[in-house]
């Protein structure tokens, strides 16, 4: 009989493409984890890992044993889940990954309305870049994912849960604070704050000022800045403007740390997606939660605008 126990090791193992980083995820020792591969081994025959000093590499068996493997796993899962649900009480845990800044704000709203109702689902939400989430819902090692871009793949199915707005913000004793708008071709003169390239609102903005006729290669970037809540906090500070999220900008707006300036012109949407894998392999709780997404994002979305503007 299969042990499930050894498969989850082996996997993991192989995702990491390490012992001890699969120790760590699994919360095992080193040697443990080596055992349950070195018994699965041994058990079958067969060599899953190549052994190169300190670092491992999937045999042709591996490669060939990993996705039934994985199959193994969800399927278990998927079962366990109905023996936990046959009670009639939705229990389970959803594993989410975002990667835009706008849904890492708006999904607590939303996981903490849905775990109101749900109270036994347990949610966990990280914030990821887009291909790893596209990457991780392909192979199903992954519950939901959410993201700034439709995708178009056959194992994936998406659908528009909240459009956010990308607004330029100066800081309050900014001249064009008492402006109603500026002119594009006046963004060229002021320091910018720019976020790191790899995010999903630094590719919508860009493509969208491009599309608007302004090059943003012509910006005096002062500054790029990684995390999003660091640019915002720079803009705070009067180090410069910026463009970004109106979801992550609705609290400093409220609270008069920040003037949202219009360009004439100019309008920036940011669509936020949600993604699942149309196997059958989702637990009851996801498609809930799915449903439950979809059914309120728009209340909910309005209901977070409205709490941040009260502040």
């Not at 459009?163 to 900014?174: A, F, T």
């Not at 604070?177 to 006046?186: D, G, M």
Request: proline content about 3%; overall charge negative.
């Amino acid at each position: 009989m299969i042990n499930l126990a050894e498969i989850l090791v082996f996997v993991t193992a192989a995702e990491e493409m390490s012992f001890s980083k699969a120790a760590n995820r699994l919360h095992l020792s080193q040697s443990a984890v080596s055992q349950n591969i070195q018994s699965l081994e041994r058990n079958y025959g067969v060599s899953l890992f190549l052994r190169m000093g300190r670092t491992i590499q999937l045999s042709q068996e591996g490669v060939n044993i990993l996705p039934f493997a994985r199959e193994l796993l969800r399927s278990a899962r998927v079962c366990e889940d109905h023996f936990q649900n046959s009670q009639e009480e939705l229990v389970g845990s959803i594993n989410i990954a975002c990667a835009t800044t706008s849904g890492n704000y708006f999904l607590p709203n939303i996981l903490a309305a849905f775990q109101k109702m749900y109270p036994k689902v347990r949610t966990v939400l990280n914030s990821k870049s887009r291909s790893f989430i596209i990457d991780a819902m392909v192979n199903q090692n992954l519950d939901l994912g959410v993201i700034g871009r439709e995708i178009n793949h056959r194992d994936l199915e998406s659908c528009l849960i909240v459009e956010d707005r990308v607004i330029l913000i100066v800081p309050p004793d900014h001249p064009w604070a008492i402006r109603n708008e500026i002119n594009s071709e006046e963004l060229n003169e002021q320091p910018f704050i720019r976020r790191e390239s790899s995010s999903g609102t630094f590719e919508v903005l860009y493509d969208s000022l491009k599309f608007h006729g302004i090059d943003p290669g012509k910006f005096n970037i002062i500054s790029r800045l990684g995390d999003a809540e660091a640019v915002l906090m720079a803009v705070e500070n009067g180090i410069g403007i910026t463009f970004i999220s109106e979801m992550m900008a609705s609290r400093s707006l409220a609270l008069g740390k920040v003037v949202k300036v219009k360009v004439t012109g100019v309008t920036i949407r940011q669509p936020i997606y949600l993604v699942r894998n149309i196997s059958n392999n989702s637990t009851l709780a996801t498609n809930k939660l799915w449903e439950f997404i979809f059914d309120n994002r728009e209340s909910l979305s309005q209901e977070f605008l409205s709490n941040l503007s009260t502040l």
